[in-house]
């Protein structure tokens, strides 16, 4: 059985930081992509970055590069989201989400090649 769990989430200020832990299990994150996106209320769901297999290719939509850093311990089946500088409009809850593949060094945002969800976890940004 696959289990994606997201943590980290809270309140934070304007200009504040969080990271954000995404803990799989019931298999070998060495063998998927992982992605986190995020959803704010009446928004889509937005892709924010991805990683992939070997953790040697890294994508980030516009708004957050410089900012946001994705990074995964195999060892620990863990995969991070570090946040710096967050801004209000960026409060949202943040998925984990991951998808198998055989290619190990690509990723890809589109949240429609995922096939595992967690259950979020919620992102609040303001003073």
């Known amino acids: 059985q696959l289990h994606v769990v997201e943590s980290g989430g809270g309140l934070v200020q304007p200009g504040g930081s969080l990271r954000l832990s995404c803990e799989v299990s019931?298999?070998?994150?060495?063998?998927?992509?992982i992605g986190w996106f995020r959803q704010a209320p009446g928004k889509e769901r937005e892709g924010v970055s991805c990683i992939s297999r070997s953790g040697g290719r890294t994508n980030y939509v516009d708004s957050v590069k410089g900012r946001f850093t994705i990074s995964r311990d195999n060892a620990k089946n863990t995969v991070y989201l570090q946040m710096n500088s967050l801004k209000p409009e960026e409060t949202a809850i943040y998925y984990c989400?991951?998808?198998?593949?055989?290619?190990?060094?690509?990723?890809?945002?589109?949240?429609?090649?995922?096939?595992?969800w967690g259950q979020g976890t919620q992102v609040t940004v303001s003073s």
């Open positions: 989400a991951a998808h198998s593949t055989t290619v190990t060094d690509m990723c890809l945002m589109a949240y429609f090649r995922y096939d595992y």
């Open positions: 019931g298999f070998s994150l060495d063998t998927y992509v």
